[in-house]
């Protein structure tokens, strides 16, 4: 009994688990990169130019690190705690951070492999523009911002039934893409919804990426962005322990 | 009185409500060591609650729950436990082979790889996927993964429910194998046969108390059966 080991296996297990299941695998990675082939590479180089499919080269990243973290936490936990999962493995001396890092660092493998099929897809059939640092800032910032969908997703996961989990979270998952701006640029929504969007966490991520492609426009400063994520990741933190707390003494 | 050894496993006046419902109310026994004990009730007696306090998974409201004189909720008294429960869904693409080294990994004394397999009779299907898998094997594998860190208590929770008759006297003979270990096992059951052919004692509990507490003979008393006696008992 090794902490380290537990942990490693558990993430590995984790991640083999969801590999092999297509229901969750096929959607989460494919998803991404097909709106993208659509909306950025095909359609959005109709006039000859390639800004469209950059621009959303870094809100599709934001959009296909959300749905790995969301799907992966959120029904995965639903469905194994409300189907007595977890409470095998709560009888057993494995840690609880084990279970958790374990869903973290699969959420963010999946959404690390996300993010390089949209960079392939982005330069190869896109002929987008970017530098392999551009490249290399968006992927350290993208993937350590899932903590906040993984937060989001968990809190889901902790309060919903395994049933009505997958319908909350595709209840949120594309409205919530469409609000950030993330399908269409944040400054051509109406006012009153780019309001809204400066409360919603995809919106900061997405913000944070399309910087470093010198993308500006509809976004704040950095400052603010990342405080609107910690602001996020602590009020989602604290529902989701609260949530797996109450889990524990009924 | 001085207690001079530590049973294994023991509730000590323990009492659990849910909203309304007592589910429990001021339940004592002890699991002895190297003994099967035999929780019997009907459906909604709270057998389960019982396993969920021994198990540290529900707080009781009042009274305690000890694993050798320790708290079931630490880590190390669960190094000391396994447990098999009634599960809804095991994750199903995971092999048999990778849930038994995961859930070994979590204990300091692993019973070995080969040691579990036979024990729980897996021979033949340690690679294949648990979704692939009979109900009857489904039952083994659990049973694996709660005797892989090869602990000191066994707690069963209706390990046979839903077998055949002949996968439920396989499992019988895996529980055997494991009690000849010099284990200790608590095990939960509304087939009364399986209580008379394995416990060395039973205890019978109704609406969150204990009726009755003897070995199969003397719960038996003069009825024909063990069903017939425990029929009798929830009578009265």
Not at chain 2, 141 to 167: H, K, Q, R, S
Not at chain 2, 198 to 214: F, P, S
């Amino acid at each position: 009994m090794n902490t380290f080991t537990i942990h490693y296996k558990e993430a590995k297990y984790e991640f083999l688990k969801l590999v092999r299941m297509p229901g969750y695998a096929l959607p989460t990675l494919a998803f991404p990169v097909l709106f993208y082939l659509f909306f950025g590479v095909a359609f959005g180089s109709r006039n000859g130019s390639t800004e469209t499919a950059k621009y959303l080269l870094a809100t599709y990243g934001a959009f296909g690190v959300m749905g790995a973290c969301l799907f992966g936490f959120g029904v995965t936990v639903a469905n194994e705690r409300g189907l007595g999962w977890l409470q095998v493995k709560r009888t057993t001396p494995m840690p609880v951070s084990a279970y958790f890092v374990a869903k973290t660092v699969m959420a963010m493998l999946f959404s690390a492999i996300i993010v390089l099929l949209l960079f392939t897809t982005g330069t190869l059939l896109g002929h987008v523009q970017i530098t392999f640092a551009q490249m290399a800032s968006m992927f350290a910032i993208l993937i350590p911002g899932s903590i906040v969908f993984c937060a989001i997703g968990l809190t889901i996961g902790c309060f919903a039934s395994s049933n009505a989990a997958p319908a909350i979270v595709n209840l949120i998952y594309l409205p919530l893409s469409f609000l950030s701006g993330l399908w269409v640029p944040i400054w051509m929504l109406p006012k009153p919804l780019q309001t809204v969007a400066f409360c919603l966490p995809p919106y900061h991520l997405a913000q944070l990426a399309l910087r470093v492609i010198g993308f500006t426009r509809g976004g704040r400063s950095v400052g603010t962005h990342v405080l609107m994520l910690a602001i996020a990741l602590a009020l989602f933190t604290t529902t989701a322990v609260l949530g797996y707390r109450r889990g524990e003494n009924a | 009185m001085l207690k001079t050894t530590i049973p294994p496993a023991e509730l000590l006046h323990v009492t659990k409500s849910y909203g309304a419902t007592v589910a429990l109310h001021d339940l004592s026994f002890e699991l002895r060591a190297g003994e099967l004990l035999a929780l019997l009730g009907a459906n909604g007696a709270g057998k389960t609650t019982a396993v969920r306090c021994l198990l540290g998974l529900a707080a009781p409201d009042d009274g305690l729950a000890r694993v050798f004189g320790d708290n079931p909720r630490d880590a190390k008294t669960r190094t000391r436990i396994g447990a098999m429960l009634q599960v809804g869904k095991v994750p199903e693409t995971l092999k048999v082979r990778e849930h038994i080294d995961l859930f070994s990994s979590y204990y300091p004394h692993p019973m070995p790889f080969a040691e579990v397999v036979e024990t729980a009779a897996l021979q033949g299907i340690e690679n294949r996927k648990f979704g692939a898998l009979s109900g009857g094997q489904k039952q083994r594998v659990l049973f694996a993964m709660a005797i892989c860190g090869n602990p000191d208590v066994l707690v069963l929770d209706e390990p046979t429910v839903g077998l055949d008759v002949e996968a439920r006297r396989a499992m019988w003979k895996q529980i055997r194998a494991f009690i000849a270990k010099g284990k200790s096992i608590l095990l939960t059951t509304h087939y009364l046969a399986e209580a008379e052919a394995l416990a060395n004692r039973v205890i019978v509990i109704n609406k969150g108390t204990l009726v009755a507490e003897g070995t199969p003979a003397e719960i038996r008393g003069d009825a024909a059966t063990l069903e017939d006696a425990f029929i009798e008992l929830m009578a009265s």
